[in-house]
């Protein structure tokens, strides 16, 4: 194995009073991945009226990237592009999945857990899964096969799909916590269950109530999406979850901070619906939305204490980042709309999640090694689908027949050369990031999903921004500039048609 730019630390084992050895170890890995958080929505990318300042210490003391993106501005497809390296709209399945879904990653794909272990990483997923289970009809009462685990995960501690959706309860190594022999589980996305309370039905047993499709199951006072049965002891409180969530992530650091560990630590915040611990109710003027925020923010900073406690800080690169951009509005009255103020959760950008505008995929995105990494702020434009990569070059390893670039230095602020191209995409439609262009085919459909009052790009014309100038996409230069428009649809087809090993040949990096 080939030790990257001298850049693993060295560490002393003592075996004796008179024998010291030096061994080359590894980083340890952390991606802390958000659930719908906004490019605006923490004080380091210009927040000013929620108090993020764990998240912003990251910021202040690593990389922040001001052209950072997930792979799509939906969570499903995102998380699985962060995960293979391979773009999502490749996959036709790679859509926002119900619980019950297969698997949606091959269990014979490259993955970043996987390629990871392979040089000696003990890898560990906590929090939202969202990327399937099984490979049919699950029995939720057996072993749940396939899913993190065969895909290179050794440890794991997930919600299988989203908090508004069945099935809810925690998965531990592939099997429902608490379950007892005698309540086992069932789930169905098409029909209710005889005598189970929906929100459509039972709103009397509401303690939030929903504004559109999150009417089914009733867990915990919260109606949500599909029906269960069955499972009562093993079903989630909501208000617990990011305690929980934080505990098995800082357990999972201290059983294994003697050998280097990749952990995926996926929060849910602040996805809905939003179940802010009663500790954190009120703490802002947003109402739950802005409480989550700073819970999640809580979170992060003991998670940062317990790598400080346990002497790992500083041989652990950390990457701080979300799925997609924000909403609003997203199936439940919590007073996010008429409580968010002048706080802006896009920040700057137009749009937000499901749309094909900058505030659909581009993310908070900050690279933090203490000791390692010098503080900057860098507008290379950088995606969590090069994390495979990248990952590869720093631990001596290559990856084939994916997507994925290496941008190692770019990640490590040796380098503020990032990314030429990117083809992104929004419920499966694609567009193009090229330099500081974009590029929108036409797309038929609604131009504003009114249900959460979100532009979502579709237009009968091709649109042109230069980001450059026109970070909002107020000014679409598709008619004044065709000569650039011709370019980048020339370029645009030529990649986007192409198989992974063609596109790879083509791209300009």
Not at 150 to 167: K, L, S, W, Y
Not at 428 to 457: C, K
Request: charged residues 25%.
């Amino acid at each position: 194995m080939h030790l990257y730019a001298g850049l693993f630390i060295t560490f002393f084992t003592r075996c004796g009073p008179a024998m010291e050895s030096t061994v080359p170890r590894m980083p340890n890995i952390v991606i802390i991945n958000m659930d719908d958080l906004g490019y605006g929505d923490m004080g380091a990318y210009g927040a000013e009226s929620l108090l993020t300042p764990n998240m912003d210490r990251l910021a202040e003391e690593g990389i922040r990237f001001t052209n950072g993106y997930a792979t799509s501005s939906t969570c499903t497809p995102s998380r699985f592009g962060m995960l293979t390296g391979v773009y999502p709209w490749r996959n036709s399945d790679a859509k926002i999945l119900p619980g019950t879904a297969p698997l949606l990653i091959d269990t014979a794909q490259q993955t970043l857990p996987k390629m990871l272990r392979e040089v000696g990483y003990h890898t560990g997923i906590v929090g939202k899964w969202h990327l399937g289970l099984g490979s049919g009809d699950v029995n939720w009462n057996e072993y749940i096969t396939p899913g993190p685990n065969e895909v290179g995960f050794d440890e794991t501690f997930i919600m299988a799909a989203t908090q508004d959706r069945v099935p809810t309860v925690y998965i531990e190594n592939g099997r429902v916590v608490g379950l007892e022999d005698d309540d086992p589980m069932e789930v169905n996305y098409e029909e209710n269950f005889e005598g189970e309370p929906t929100g459509l039905d039972n709103a009397e047993l509401l303690k939030m109530k929903w504004h559109h499709g999150h009417n089914q199951r009733i867990v915990n006072g919260i109606s949500r999406i599909g029906y269960m049965k069955g499972g009562e002891k093993a079903e989630w409180i909501d208000e617990d979850m990011a305690d929980i969530f934080l505990a098995k992530a800082q357990s999972f650091v201290r059983e294994h901070k003697s050998a280097p560990f990749f952990l995926y630590y996926a929060m849910q915040q602040p996805h809905v619906p939003r179940t802010p611990h009663p500790r954190f109710v009120g703490r802002t003027n947003m109402g739950p939305r802005g409480d989550v925020i700073v819970e999640a923010d809580w979170c992060l900073g003991e998670f940062l204490k317990t790598l400080e406690e346990e002497s790992v800080l500083e041989n652990t690169l950390i990457i701080f980042t979300s799925d997609n951009g924000p909403v609003l509005n997203d199936g439940y009255y919590d007073d996010a709309v008429e409580r968010v103020g002048n706080h802006r959760p896009a920040g700057p950008l137009r749009g937000g999640k499901y749309s094909l505008y900058e505030a659909g995929p581009r993310v908070p995105f900050i690279v933090y090694w203490k000791g390692t990494i010098e503080p900057q702020v860098s507008d290379a434009v950088v995606c969590q689908l090069d994390f495979l990569a990248s990952f590869a070059k720093l631990t001596g390893q290559q990856v084939d027949g994916t997507d994925s670039r290496d941008y190692l230095d770019v990640f490590l602020g040796k380098s503020h050369k990032g990314r030429t191209t990117l083809i992104l995409e929004a419920n499966s439609r694609t567009f193009l990031r090229d330099g500081h262009w974009v590029m929108i085919p036409p797309y038929r459909g609604a131009a504003v999903n009114e249900q959460v009052n979100i532009e979502l790009g579709n237009s009968d014309r091709y649109q042109l921004y230069n980001l450059q100038e026109d970070v909002g996409e107020q000014i679409n230069l598709a008619e004044s500039n065709p000569d650039k428009l011709e370019e980048l649809k020339k370029r645009y087809e030529g990649l986007r048609g192409k198989t992974i090993q063609q596109t790879e040949r083509l791209e300009l990096h």
